[in-house]
């Protein structure tokens, strides 16, 4: 089955300063790589999604990067703030669907 | 965008008793909905995908005759926790996708938080 690995699992940075969110994954197979925002006691929210037949994709202050390649993409959130204060899960979708481990992101006002 | 609700969003219950939790997708059909468990501080862990009108497939592990799901609409999919322990607490999320295949966007519900006493 699929493997996927998401580091770092926490990330505090300064509000306006840039976070990245990297996900690694096994089967090559996998075509359709999403990004989720959770808030705590909230259900995952989609802010992104890419598919493999595109290498970035961005939508105002969020951005995310496929390298099929080397089996790995990216979240990238330019201008942080503390609304961005989240827990973000990648996912891969091929055959199933298949979540990374989260990573708590905290923007330091 | 697409809307997903699940209801109720907390639940607290005595060990043995059943609990239903309903997840409703409410303006598009959902072909596929998938049921979620997930631990504090953890990640989603997939418990089955059900396609509407079809039994469901449980992922390894899952105990259908504990967790049963019915996906009798395009709306609509329930989760029942039949004879509940104290180790079913947890939060349960639905999810929703208007296509059978997981390419495709899954929009989730709000989460059920579980509490078996």
């Known amino acids: 089955g699929e493997n996927v690995e998401q580091h770092p699992s926490t990330l505090s940075v300064q509000e306006g300063d840039s976070a990245v969110i990297k996900c690694t994954y096994s089967?090559?197979?996998?075509?359709?790589f999403p990004w989720y925002k959770q808030e705590l006691g909230k259900g995952p929210q989609l802010i992104i999604d890419?598919?493999?037949?595109?290498g970035e994709k961005k939508d105002q202050r969020i951005a995310v990067t496929l390298n099929k390649t080397a089996k790995h993409f990216s979240l990238h959130i330019t201008e942080t703030q503390p609304e961005d204060s989240a827990v973000y899960f990648c996912a891969v979708g091929g055959n199933q669907f298949y979540f990374g481990t989260g990573t708590s992101l905290t923007v330091i006002p | 965008g697409a809307v997903v609700s699940q209801h109720p969003s907390r639940v607290i219950c005595k060990s043995g008793t059943s609990v239903k939790i309903e997840c409703r997708s409410l303006d598009f059909q959902a072909t596929t909905m998938f049921w979620y468990r997930q631990f504090p501080k953890k990640s989603l862990m997939l418990m089955a995908t059900?396609?509407?009108?079809?039994?469901?497939?449980?992922e390894q592990g899952v105990e259908k005759d504990k967790f049963l799901i019915n996906h009798a609409s395009l709306t609509l999919s329930t989760l029942t926790v039949t004879s509940a322990h104290p180790e079913d607490s947890s939060f349960y999320i639905c999810?929703?996708?208007?296509?059978?295949?997981?390419?495709?966007?899954?929009?989730f519900g709000p989460g059920t938080r579980l509490t078996v006493l």
């Open positions: 999810s929703a996708s208007g296509g059978t295949g997981v390419g495709n966007e899954q929009f």
């Open positions: 890419i598919r493999s037949n595109v």
């Open positions: 089967d090559s197979a996998s075509n359709y």
């Open positions: 059900s396609n509407e009108g079809s039994k469901a497939t449980y």
